[in-house]
């Protein structure tokens, strides 16, 4: 209990760290406008689409709009490598702008279905490299790494609640006006969002800025199907994933035409089921905590595959609005039971050097199989009735989850689980304390023990940097030149400078007497402090920032 107080007080004061610096809180308060908006445009072009077209309208524009999206979201990412990043995301709101402000437009002057739906594809293809660049510019904003953890903790608090934010303000102005006025609203949060962009100060960085060639790209992509396709308990779980994700796609469908025709809950209501989600997701969040450090995560996996199918089939034999609305909850639930174990899964099964290839090709097959699954559903509905669409794809899961058990199980038994100690000596260093349980579960899993005599030289100044350390017994002495100038006991960490600045060591660390520390590679210290899975671009966009006056155990030296 005292430890998680201690982790909850660090959290807290990194989080009024991020607060306090001018940069990151409008850095923050623009991605809260952006992704709440983002909510909700995408509860509006379901209704829209629904009123002009049906279910089937419905399908077909969460396809189109999604499928471009999964094409670009892999390229997208370089923009804010070429480019400044807070111009990247200026250029993307205000695209974002001119063509949500011009779906609007269209709605109240009636103009052609075609015409909305192109600029509802438009809009989401441009809004993929948002993301990417706020990831990458916080960084540079940051001014210590707790600061930096915590502004990513800060960001993914911020999903979480807009997807229940977003669909229920979508809602409520669909209950009472049309969705003119929502594309309007999104509009207007995306204006907020670029003025709180305008407020970033950010020093140019001469970052190199080679060309990046298509066949590396290319190579990339296949090195993480290969290794998926190598792994014959991966390759079941990605299937499950990418048919959890049809799921979802069409849920999206369901949810339009179970709110208007079965539910009686009219066009408002659209919102307030995706809002229910939202809900169930941030308990079922809460919920995943307790898989920390579990040794079997393959059965909380597939129990929130299962919590996917169970609630839709329910539905069709109990269609009633308050049942609907805690049904929906409880898929939010399973989605955020299974998004956690599975990621944990992944990052257990996927040898590190091709992890981020591996996300990188999984984020692609989501995207694309929402689309499917969405485009799917109405002729599910048109074929069997929404009831009868309802049940089919409810069972869908829960029946590939009893023919994938057995090879998805073996993932736990091949996987190696980090030691509690070293969880607990990794949570208890303040850079890393606002990070998720799950991610500190896989951070810990790449700490390197290392036991060391006294008057052994750990670091030397002047040397490049490579690693991170954490003292877990015994002393160490800091020194600059020839002088001593401080030591570090158990709970202190050195090393950050030299990695988060890309310069080298700027001191000399020794052990005083007999030690045991433990070691955190570079590409695994600096992917943790953007929450980023590790690779070689995430780790040149970190070293880019400008980090000074670091503390260090305590003390603030320019250990390196």
Same mark, same amino acid.
């Given at each position: 209990m005292r430890g998680a107080a201690a982790r909850l007080a660090e959290s807290a004061a990194a989080f009024g760290a991020v607060v306090r610096n001018p940069n990151l809180r409008w850095l923050e308060l623009a991605w809260t406008g952006s992704i709440i908006g983002h909510y909700a445009y995408l509860v509006a072009v379901s209704v829209y689409a629904y009123g002009v077209g049906g279910e089937k309208a419905v399908g077909l524009i969460f396809l189109a709009r999604l499928m471009p999206a999964a094409l670009a979201a892999p390229f997208a990412g370089m923009l804010g490598d070429r480019y400044r990043r807070e111009r990247v995301l200026l250029l993307t709101n205000v695209c974002r702008i001119v063509l949500v402000g011009s779906a609007a437009v269209g709605v109240f002057l009636d103009a052609e279905p075609l015409i909305i739906y192109v600029l509802a594809v438009a809009a989401t293809i441009v809004t993929t490299p948002f993301r990417s660049a706020q990831a990458a510019l916080t960084p540079q904003l940051a001014r210590s790494p707790s600061e930096l953890t915590a502004a990513n903790a800060v960001a993914s608090g911020i999903d979480s609640l807009a997807l229940f934010i977003g669909p229920a303000i979508a809602?409520?102005?669909?209950?009472?006006?049309?969705?003119?006025?929502?594309?309007?609203?999104?509009?207007?949060?995306?204006?907020?969002?670029?003025?709180?962009?305008?407020?970033?100060?950010?020093?140019?960085?001469?970052?190199?800025?080679?060309?990046?060639?298509?066949?590396?790209?290319?190579?990339?992509?296949?090195?993480?199907?290969?290794?998926?396709?190598?792994?014959?308990?991966l390759r079941m779980m990605v299937a499950l994933i990418g048919a959890q994700t049809a799921v979802a796609g069409a849920v999206q469908v369901y949810i339009v035409v179970a709110s208007i025709e079965l539910l009686d809950f009219g066009r408002g209501g659209v919102g307030f089921l995706n809002s229910a989600i939202g809900v169930g997701a941030f308990v079922g969040a809460v919920a995943a905590l307790s898989l920390t450090g579990a040794r079997r995560l393959s059965p909380a996996f597939l129990l929130g595959m299962i919590l996917w199918g169970i609630p839709l089939i329910a539905l069709a034999v109990w269609p009633e609005a308050v049942a609907a609305l805690l049904l929906f909850g409880v898929i939010g639930v399973g989605n955020s039971i299974a998004g956690v174990s599975g990621l944990t899964l992944v990052q257990r099964a996927v040898p590190d050097e091709v992890l981020a290839r591996v996300f990188g090709v999984i984020q692609m097959l989501l995207l694309a199989s929402m689309g499917i699954g969405a485009a799917v559903a109405p002729a599910l509905i048109g074929f069997?009735?929404?009831?009868?669409?309802?049940?089919?794809?409810?069972?869908?899961?829960?029946?590939?989850?009893? *023919?994938?058990?057995?090879? *998805?199980?073996?993932?736990?038994?091949? =996987?190696?689980?980090?030691?509690?100690?070293?969880?607990?000596?990794?949570?208890?260093?303040?850079?890393?304390? $606002?990070?998720?349980?799950?991610?500190?579960?896989?951070?810990?899993?790449?700490?390197?023990?290392?036991?060391?005599?006294?008057?052994?030289?750990?670091?030397?100044?002047?040397? $490049?940097?490579?690693?991170?350390?954490?003292?877990?017994?015994?002393?160490?002495?800091?020194?600059?030149?020839?002088?001593?100038?401080?030591e570090l006991s158990a709970g202190g960490y050195f090393g950050e400078i030299a990695l988060l600045r890309d310069v080298p060591r700027t001191a000399t660390v020794s052990s005083k007497t007999p030690v045991?520390?433990?070691?955190?590679?570079?590409?695994?210290?600096? =992917? =943790?402090?953007?929450?980023?899975?590790?690779?070689?671009?995430?780790?040149?966009?970190?070293?880019?920032s400008r980090l000074a006056g670091m503390p260090v155990g305590g003390a603030r030296l320019p250990t390196g």
């Open positions: 809602g409520l102005l669909l209950a009472v006006a049309s969705t003119g006025l929502v594309f309007t609203m999104t509009a207007l949060l995306l204006v907020l969002s670029a003025l709180f962009i305008l407020l970033i100060r950010v020093e140019p960085s001469e970052r190199p800025r080679g060309e990046v060639e298509p066949s590396t790209i290319m190579s990339e992509a296949f090195a993480g199907f290969r290794a998926i396709g190598t792994h014959p308990s069997l009735d929404l009831e009868g669409a309802l049940v089919v794809t409810g069972a869908f899961l829960p029946v590939m989850v009893v *023919v994938a058990w057995r090879v *998805v199980s073996r993932i736990d038994k091949t =996987a190696v689980l980090p030691d509690r100690e070293e969880l607990r000596i990794l949570s208890s260093v303040p850079i890393f304390a $606002p990070l998720p349980g799950m991610t500190l579960e896989h951070l810990a899993g790449r700490l390197v023990p290392m036991r060391l005599e006294p008057g052994t030289m750990i670091i030397r100044e002047g040397d $490049p940097g490579d690693r991170f350390y954490i003292v877990a017994e015994g002393t160490v002495e800091i020194s600059e030149g020839d002088f001593p100038v401080s045991v520390l433990y070691a955190l590679d570079r590409e695994d210290f600096l =992917a =943790a402090v953007t929450s980023h899975a590790p690779s070689a671009e995430a780790a040149e966009e970190v070293v880019s």
